[in-house]
């Protein structure tokens, strides 16, 4: 999706005016009721993501925020990203500041991408409040936006198509790809009726070995195009899943799934010798191979990464590179 996109979703997405009539959007359903009847019980976030995701990936911002590693690199180049100083302009708040945790089951990786993305931390009435006058802005570069009550979708100017509604009232979803067309088609989705991930066994099963409490964590299958290339070295992955902590530090637990037990432990023998040769910028690397699980357990500080960062720093420029 890209950048001039993303910000025409949140100005449509951030418009609201209960008093205006509401743009025909098509597709069937009401076009002026909200997204979704307000739930019994919270909806889970596997339950709105699609069932057929290639890579699943949990964010949990607010921890990922504290890190001394987001404070030194990521904080001083935020103010560069296009959009977010109209967007605080216009909006009167932070996009970032409020996000707490972001979950999103993507396909059609390296490609135009599909899927959802779900977002904590918004306050939907003050969402819902701002960019009233600058709908007709965003549209600029050739992107059709459409409200429809509090549902705004945008088809920008290469047919892509994104919308963006509350699900309550601090989760808020995001669709990419065909799917954001027809109101009806997102009300469905965000009344998850369907069960989505959650109706999965087989998504559940290494769901159930990720520890998803981390700054972040992901499951990718083997049906993405990621793993495509992966054959030629020896390796028939099934999934790719674990999770990283960067509050102090950075600490992964990552495992390759594959084809069989003795694929796992062949190319373990071969990693090994690969990895000792960098274990001096880590306190912990090692690789053992479990069942048809290639499992990577690694730690650094704060330090061995700034040291890391600049000997590959020094390696680009050596190199000419960026």
């Given at each position: 999706m890209s950048r001039r996109?993303?910000?025409?979703?949140?100005?449509?997405?951030?418009?609201?005016?209960?008093?205006?009539?509401?743009?025909?959007?098509?597709?069937?359903?009401?076009?002026?009721?909200?997204?979704?009847?307000?739930?019994k019980k919270p909806v889970s976030d596997l339950a709105l993501l699609p069932i057929d995701s290639e890579?699943?990936?949990?964010?949990?911002f607010a921890q990922l925020q504290q890190s001394e590693?987001?404070?030194?690199?990521v904080v001083?180049?935020?103010?560069?990203?296009?959009?977010?100083?109209?967007f605080h302009e216009v909006c009167g708040f932070d996009p970032l500041g409020p996000l707490k945790t972001i979950t999103m089951g993507l396909s059609?990786?390296?490609?135009?991408?599909?899927?959802?993305?779900?977002?904590?931390?918004?306050?939907?009435?003050?969402?819902?409040?701002c960019f009233d006058k600058n709908?007709?802005?965003?549209e600029k570069d050739g992107s059709k936006i459409t409200i429809d009550g509090e549902v705004a979708r945008?088809?920008?100017?290469?047919?892509?198509?994104?919308?963006?509604?509350?699900?309550?009232?601090?989760?808020?979803?995001v669709i990419i790809g065909p799917d954001a067309e027809r109101l009806d088609k997102i009300q469905q989705i965000a009344a998850a009726t369907d069960g989505g991930l959650e109706a999965s066994a087989g998504f559940k099963e290494l769901y159930g070995a990720i520890d998803t409490h981390q700054s972040m964590w992901l499951l990718v299958n083997g049906n993405s195009q990621a793993f495509q290339k992966s054959a030629p070295v020896g390796l028939h992955m099934k999934a790719f899943f674990g999770s990283m902590n960067v509050t102090s530090g950075l600490a992964a637990d990552v495992r390759v799934r594959v084809g069989s037990p003795d694929e796992a432990s062949n190319f373990t023998s071969m990693a090994k010798a690969q990895l000792d040769q960098l274990k001096s910028y880590?306190?912990?690397?090692?690789?053992?191979?479990?069942?048809?699980?290639?499992?990577?357990?690694?730690?650094?500080?704060?330090?061995?990464?700034?040291?890391?960062l600049a000997v590959f720093g020094a390696a680009a420029a050596a190199t000419g590179g960026d």
């Open positions: 996109l993303l910000l025409a979703l949140l100005v449509a997405a951030c418009h609201h005016d209960a008093a205006a009539p509401a743009t025909p959007g098509g597709g069937g359903g009401s076009s002026t009721a909200p997204v979704a009847a307000a739930p890579a699943v990936i949990g964010v949990d590693l987001w404070k030194q690199y001083p180049r935020i103010g560069t990203i296009p959009g977010l100083d109209k059609n990786l390296g490609d135009k991408a599909t899927g959802r993305v779900v977002l904590h931390g918004y306050d939907r009435k003050q969402a819902m409040s709908v007709g802005n965003a945008v088809t920008s100017s290469d047919g892509q198509h994104v919308a963006f509604a509350f699900v309550d009232d601090a989760t808020a979803l880590f306190d912990k690397l090692d690789v053992v191979a479990e069942a048809a699980d290639i499992h990577v357990s690694a730690a650094m500080t704060d330090a061995q990464i700034k040291q890391m």
